[in-house]
């Protein structure tokens, strides 16, 4: 590989990762209670948790933003709580992907066997659709709609990057229904996305009668929508008029600053819904509470709001749940039979600096909590990230599984990716490591350079899964697409701080991140075989360049939170530069990279899949995913079919035929996999980059694969509006 650096370095390049793009939001005047300037010189002065507080009694508190200018919700009676009764989790019929991780466990693994590597090379387009949801001419585009249809019966069902959803006939793409969510620009967030849609069976409207079967979705401008699966009207006793407003009791906020990207789950009758809080803003930005509503009227249940562990009720007009708590952004999966949800969850708000994070929120951030669907108390945490400042927020789903072990035992357990590439499978009860897969605390760097935040003296190590990763950075494995580029690269790698893993965050010099924020596994998850053990996963290798600012220096960047009636676009986001307001620090944030030529200073590839055998705890193969065709230096396109290894966002499916299905890279194509060996076996060039988990399905004898060629504002990838669904000709078919 070594001797092949320049020449990759001439394919690879300026698509891989890039600053935040300008983000517009209405503004506001922020409340005085709310705003605590920082330090206004270069100092290393420390700032007091002492600023967060709760209103005084009988304060009026702003309320949060309302799009759909709903009424509040009200909290269903502890004595008229639903009586679901557990059960376990249905097996779906082969043919159907009724959920985002297509099953209860999200395997995103399908029965179906018509495809496979002998003839997955004839597979041709059997339809596109178009969901009409398109950046709006003269606006930024924020657009990544990394949507995965569901399919149930004869109909997919999906949402468009802003929302809107449609039914559509699932063998010819002829649209059924289209619901028009009606959202405005200043809600989207970092990014316009939504990654599926939920779909409910009510136990309370008969069959037959509107809304027994329900599609229900959450939004970026946060409310809970429920819609008639047969007809896409609104759900009249759901919530008011089939909506619920899910900014109540959040407090101040402004459009974009809250979102929600994912399929919430339905858990014995509870929905819970989790959010997305932008990065890199303030301290005491809105809260990360999760939530459950009841499924059949939209009334809420229960908030598990980590500074108020003790209270599970809706705050009074007078108060709101507690302010920068770590927040969940990526999808959760439900436990029927346990009544629990499995929640992935971040950091506390600032992702850089944790000395103002209470005790409760250190416990809980980069973990897995598993909360009680009936109460919402917690049962039990997994920390993958202790006193995390190095934007190591779990994207990933939990995925579910029945592991036997040698003793003939069966243990309920659950596998959870990580962005740092490790792989941690626990006892789905307790959240203890199982005995075959044991988590070991290993020393880490240094205590840190900031005074006041030191770091944590170990971090978790999965042992018994092989890590989705290369080996630490080193000034010799620095390169270029010149000599004069792998100069530059060694020059930058001498003037940061690095230490491996877990170097801590400096202030006085840069240091070097990775795995890097975007590294490892992040919302496309993986994929699990029930039958064989083995797991797919596909992961990123891309470094950081990151330095903590003074406030001083930070205001003078033009830092400022989205909320500020001073904020402009393109003034930092989720991604990238950040405010960091309220505490003593702003963060800059850049690619390891060469800034002129765009290119990564680590070698290729920098996007990889992999095949693990869970059983036998080892790498079946591991290849680079996706060619330099639509990559280069300068952002300029090499249309070389090389496969070297792109960047990629999005996930797998596995097939029982022995092909799995990845979009995934920055390539803008869908791979066909063969799962014995990892040969790529058929691609297609799509209308738009995939950025999105593929899906397959059946309708009369006929499998398909569908997967949303929208494309990633942040991945540099062209952005459409379709929904590619290809199958093999009909006489294969027979």
């Known amino acids: 590989m070594r001797n092949q650096s320049y020449l990759l370095g001439i394919l690879l390049g300026g698509t891989i990762l890039g600053t935040s793009l300008p983000v517009h939001v209405a503004h506001a005047q922020i409340p005085p209670s709310l705003e605590t300037p920082g330090p206004d010189n270069d100092s290393e002065a420390q700032t007091s948790s002492s600023i967060y507080h709760d209103p005084e009694p009988g304060t009026p508190q702003p309320t949060g933003v309302n799009a759909a200018n709903l009424p509040d919700i009200d909290e269903l009676p502890i004595d008229q709580l639903p009586q679901a009764v557990p ?22 693994y399908s029965p179906l066997t ?14 596109i659709y178009h969901t009409g949801s398109l950046p709006p001419k003269g606006k930024a585009n924020k657009w990544a709609a990394e949507t995965t249809p569901i399919k149930v019966g004869d109909s997919l069902y999906l949402c468009s990057a802003t929302n809107d959803m449609m039914r559509v006939d699932a063998a010819t793409g002829q649209e059924k229904w289209h619901f028009h969510a009606h959202e405005s620009y200043d809600a989207i967030p970092y990014t316009a996305a939504c990654k599926s849609v939920t779909y409910y069976t009510s136990s ?43 900014m109540q009791g959040m407090g101040w906020s402004v459009p974009g600053f809250v979102a929600m990207t994912t399929a919430p789950p339905i858990v014995n009758g509870v929905i819970v819904v989790n959010h997305e809080v932008l990065d890199g803003q303030r301290r005491w930005a809105p809260s990360g509470v999760i939530r459950g509503y009841d499924a059949e009227s939209g009334k809420f249940l229960w908030a598990w709001d980590v500074n108020n562990p003790d209270n599970h009720h809706q705050p009074d007009k007078d108060h709101y749940y507690s302010r920068g708590t770590p927040n969940s952004w990526a999808a959760m999966t439900g436990d029927n039979a346990l009544g629990l949800v499995y929640v992935p969850t971040g950091n506390s708000a600032v992702d850089y600096y944790s000395a103002m994070r209470s005790d409760a929120e250190n416990k809980v951030s980069s973990a897995v909590v598993a909360l009680d669907v009936r109460t919402g108390e917690p049962r039990w945490v997994f920390q993958t990230v202790h006193k995390d400042v190095w934007d190591y927020d779990i994207g990933s789903q939990a995925t579910l599984f029945d592991y036997h072990a040698d003793d003939g035992s069966i243990i309920p357990a659950l596998i959870m990716p990580t962005k740092r590439g490790q792989t941690f499978i626990l006892d789905r009860r307790t959240g203890k490591p199982l005995p075959d897969f044991p988590v070991v605390e290993k020393p880490a760097p240094s205590p840190g350079f900031v005074q006041g935040d030191p770091r944590a003296p170990t971090q978790p190590w999965s042992v018994g899964v092989p890590r989705l990763g290369f080996p630490e950075l080193t000034e010799a494995a620095t390169w270029g697409i010149s000599p004069l580029d792998q100069l530059a690269c060694r020059i930058k790698f001498r003037r940061a701080h690095y230490v491996g893993e877990f170097t801590p965050p400096t202030i006085k010099q840069p240091w070097l991140e990775y795995p890097g924020y975007n590294g490892g596994s992040d919302w496309g998850s993986i994929s699990y075989n029930p039958q064989t053990g083995i797991m797919l996963a596909n992961w990123s290798s891309l470094p ?66 992999t095949a693990i055998d869970l059983k036998a705890h080892k790498v079946l193969w591991q290849k680079p995913l996706g060619s330099a065709r639509a990559n280069g230096p300068w952002g300029i396109a090499s249309h070389l079919p090389l496969t070297i290894g792109t960047p990629n966002n999005g996930g797998p499916v596995m097939t029982a035929g022995g092909v799995a ?9 869908i791979h066909a996999i063969d799962l014995k060996t990892g040969k790529t076996l058929w691609t297609d060039v799509l209308p738009g980059g995939g950025q999105a988990n593929a899906m397959t399905y059946a309708v009369n004898g006929r499998q398909y694969v569908a997967i949303m060629a929208g494309g990633h504002h942040f991945m540099r990838s062209p952005v459409s509006d379709a929904l590619v669904v290809y199958a093999l000709p009909e006489a294969d078919s027979k």
Not at 208 to 217: K, L, V
Not at 548 to 576: C, H, N, T, W, Y
Not at 661 to 666: E, H, K, P, R, V
Request: proline content about 6%; glycine content about 10%.
């Open 87 to 108: 059960q376990e989790s249905a097996n779906p019929k082969a043919e159907d992907w009724p959920a985002y991780g297509r099953d209860d466990q999200a395997t995103r």
């Open 114 to 127: 018509q495809i496979t590597p002998e003839n997955v090379s004839r597979l041709q387009r059997a339809f």
């Open 204 to 246: 309370t409207a008969a069959d037959g009668q509107p809304c027994h079967h329900r599609i229900i979705e959450s939004t970026l401008d946060n409310r809970l929508i429920a819609v008639d699966a047969e007809d896409g009207k609104l759900c009249e006793t759901f919530g008011h008029g089939g909506q619920v407003n899910l």
């Open 544 to 609: 950081m360049y990151d330095q903590l600012v003074s406030r001083k220096k930070a205001d003078k960047m033009g830092l400022i939170p989205i909320d500020s009636p001073q904020f402009k676009a393109g003034a930092g986001g989720a991604e990238g530069n950040g405010a960091q307001a309220q505490t003593p620090y702003g963060i800059v944030v850049t690619p390891y990279w060469n800034s002129f030529t765009q290119m990564m200073c680590n070698v290729p590839p920098y996007g990889m899949v």
């Open 661 to 669: 299905f990845i979009g995934a890279s920055t390539d803008n194509q």
